[in-house]
């Protein structure tokens, strides 16, 4: 069964450097999102990303972060500094309904 | 007004038993809900969309939807120690389709 993947599980890093999540979507899914998970809080939307550009975006996706498909499997968000309050796990999620697919997550742990 | 809600604490259900939970949501224009489930540090795993008022059945579970009353529930017949986790309403907020969650429900089911 296809499923989405994302790389590293588990990311440390720094205050202040920039990190790079990676996911793979379902191979034929067209829309795609990122939500992040703080520790003991509910999921939070992100961002949403169609035909190759954001379509929708949190108040939490300031200028700090960006999205890209840099191929056509790929699907990345990368977080140009990072600060202590972003240590969370990451998911993204792709469909091509309304029915949205999670991956595994990458937990993002910034010290 | 928090755009899902699940109020209820953590749920306690002997094996076997029927697992009852609820969520109301704010915006009246939704049309698309999902439960989904989450084991402790992993990602959520859709098990149950609905999109018409009434009933929907798959398996142990049943997803019933009051877009009158802006309400949606999960009842999880014949609880398995295996359905112990936290189970996440999430509403689509239309538009690019994303996702608005619950702060979770956990369960423990017991044997």
């Known amino acids: 069964e296809p499923e989405v993947t994302q790389t590293p599980s588990h990311q440390v890093t720094q205050m202040g450097q920039e990190v790079i999540l990676r996911c793979v979507p379902i191979?034929?899914?067209?829309?795609f999102y990122w939500y992040r998970q703080i520790l003991g809080q509910k999921v939070e939307f992100l961002v949403s990303?169609?035909?190759?550009?954001?379509?929708?975006k949190s108040e939490i996706f300031d200028d700090q972060f960006s999205v890209e498909r840099p191929d056509g499997s790929n699907f990345t968000l990368k977080i140009r500094s990072t600060k202590l309050e972003d240590s969370a796990m990451y998911f993204c999620?792709?469909?091509?309904?309304?029915?949205?697919?999670f991956g595994p997550g990458t937990r993002l742990t910034v010290t | 007004q928090k755009e899902v809600e699940q109020n209820s604490g953590p749920l306690s259900v002997p094996e076997g038993a029927i697992a009852s939970l609820n969520c109301t949501y704010s915006?009246?224009?939704?049309?698309?809900f999902f439960w989904y489930r989450q084991y402790s540090g992993k990602s959520p795993e859709l098990i149950m969309s609905?999109?018409?008022?009434g009933d929907k059945e798959d398996g142990r579970f049943t997803a019933q939807l009051n877009k009158a009353s802006q309400y949606v529930s999960l009842l999880i017949r014949d609880s398995q120690p295996s359905d112990s986790a936290t189970y996440l309403c999430?509403?689509?907020?239309?538009?690019?389709?994303?996702?608005?969650f619950g702060k979770g429900n956990q369960v423990v089911v017991i044997p």
């Open positions: 999620a792709s469909t091509n309904t309304y029915e949205q697919y």
């Open positions: 191979s034929n899914h067209l829309y």
């Open positions: 990303f169609y035909n190759n550009e954001i379509s929708e």
């Open positions: 915006d009246r224009v939704s049309q698309s």
């Open positions: 609905i999109y018409s008022n």
């Open positions: 999430a509403v689509n907020m239309g538009g690019n389709n994303r996702l608005a």
